[in-house]
């Protein structure tokens, strides 16, 4: 049997299964199962994503933020991503015209984000289907995907491309979840919880755990809402979180009353890429998701250089990544900063260190020694 034949089966068999105290052990186990058959699927170079392995398309890598297009064929991601960027990626009527990543840049608020046209994928993608697999590769080093879509048949093709994604590791717009499995020597398997479990019990636990032959551990679960899967990708550990967009494109196709009753999915911007209708919420929406964080350098004595921020990403913005973002020597030179903005505590400028953390469209001088 083929692993694809595998899936399928395990696949069959929880959807015939009821869940109930009775079947929690048994559906905790097949949850593992199937995670552990998807990994094989995937291959070893499946969660390096990327260039490597022969997955993935080599694109050079530019700006401090990508955003990867990934849909159905002719939904019109290229003719949105042309558009946007201005770098020419062919479009046409016929399925499949998009063979390759093709990079373009859009300067948003200053910064510079890099966006990836990638091919059309099709269902089963993640099983090697197409091009699917490499396509979903290279989604998975992005910072922000666009999930578009033909609001002509939107709700079916969402599901669809959610699965292919998540059958390759990618978590969209989800947190990790705050579990731990702290593996020991004896002692049996502890589980612990500072919320309820609604959504897991003892039992499915420990099947989980057994499945991956874990005996002996601490399971401490700290978030509410916990379920088997979460547990499986927690001991995984190879899983991606990136927030997505669902672009929901040709609106020019549809009547005022249809795009009235588009149901609300979150995350979700109606557009026309072909009459360029609503690209502005979606290039602000872009924006908000992305979290960036953009510094301006003032020189001693002159004003601040508005045109080109430093870009950084909030989590990694503090006057030391600040430094290093320009050059790796600065941090050795420096003496102090003066931050003016968000972040520094009075209008003046305030004076701060290395572990400073920036805030978005601050000033900062470095003084050196
Ligand atoms: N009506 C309408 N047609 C559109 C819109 N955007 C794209 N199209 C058309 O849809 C077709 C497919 O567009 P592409 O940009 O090639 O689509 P794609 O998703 O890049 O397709 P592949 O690269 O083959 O996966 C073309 O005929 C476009 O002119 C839109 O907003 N409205
Ligand atoms: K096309
Ligand atoms: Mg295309």
Redesign the pocket.
């Given at each position: 049997m083929t692993t694809v034949q595998k899936i399928k089966e395990v696949e069959d068999e929880m959807a015939r299964t009821q869940k109930n105290k009775a079947t929690s052990y048994h559906l905790g186990q097949l949850k593992a199962k199937l995670a552990k058959l998807r990994r094989e699927l995937i291959g070893p170079s499946g969660s390096g994503g990327g260039g490597g392995g022969g997955l993935g398309f080599d694109v050079a890598r530019t700006g401090i933020a990508s955003v990867g297009f990934v849909?159905?064929?002719?939904?019109?991601?290229?003719?949105?991503?042309s558009k946007l960027t201005g770098t020419h990626?062919?479009?046409?009527?016929?399925?499949?015209?998009?063979l390759t990543t093709v990079p373009g840049t859009l300067k948003v608020h200053g910064a510079p984000i890099q966006i990836l046209?990638l091919?059309?994928i099709i269902e089963g993608a993640n099983d090697g289907r197409g091009r699917g697999r490499q396509v979903i590769a290279v989604a998975r080093t992005c910072n922000l995907i666009f999930i578009?879509l033909d609001v002509l048949k939107p709700l079916g093709d969402k599901t669809l491309i959610e699965s292919e994604l998540e059958g390759f590791g990618i978590r969209l717009n989800k947190k990790p979840p705050n579990v731990t499995v702290r593996k020991k020597e004896r002692g049996g398997v502890a589980i612990t919880n500072t919320v309820p479990l609604t959504d897991i019990d003892h039992d499915e636990i420990k099947a989980v755990l057994s499945e991956y032959k874990i005996n002996n551990a601490d399971v401490a679960i700290r978030q509410a809402g916990i379920t088997a899967d979460d547990l499986v990708d927690v001991i995984e550990g190879n899983r991606v979180y990136i927030p997505a967009i669902y672009v929901l494109?040709?609106?020019?196709?549809i009547s005022i009353e249809e795009l009235d009753l588009l149901y609300k999915i979150p995350m979700s911007v109606p557009?026309?890429?072909?009459?360029w209708l609503n690209i502005d919420e979606l290039v602000e929406k872009m924006w908000d998701t992305l979290n960036l964080v953009r510094v301006y350098t003032k020189p001693r004595g002159l004003a601040p250089d508005y045109s080109s921020p430093v870009v950084l990403r909030r989590g990694k913005c503090t006057i030391e990544d600040f430094c290093n973002s320009i050059h790796k020597e600065i941090v050795k030179q420096m003496k102090y900063a003066v931050v003016w903005g968000a972040s520094a505590k009075h209008s003046r400028g305030q004076k701060v260190g290395l572990d400073h953390v920036l805030e978005d469209e601050d000033v900062v001088h470095i003084s050196k020694k």
């Open positions: 849909g159905f064929p002719s939904v019109g991601k290229s003719t949105l991503m990626s062919e479009a046409s009527e016929i399925d499949f015209t998009t046209d091919p059309g578009v494109n040709k609106i020019d196709a557009v026309s890429s072909r009459d």
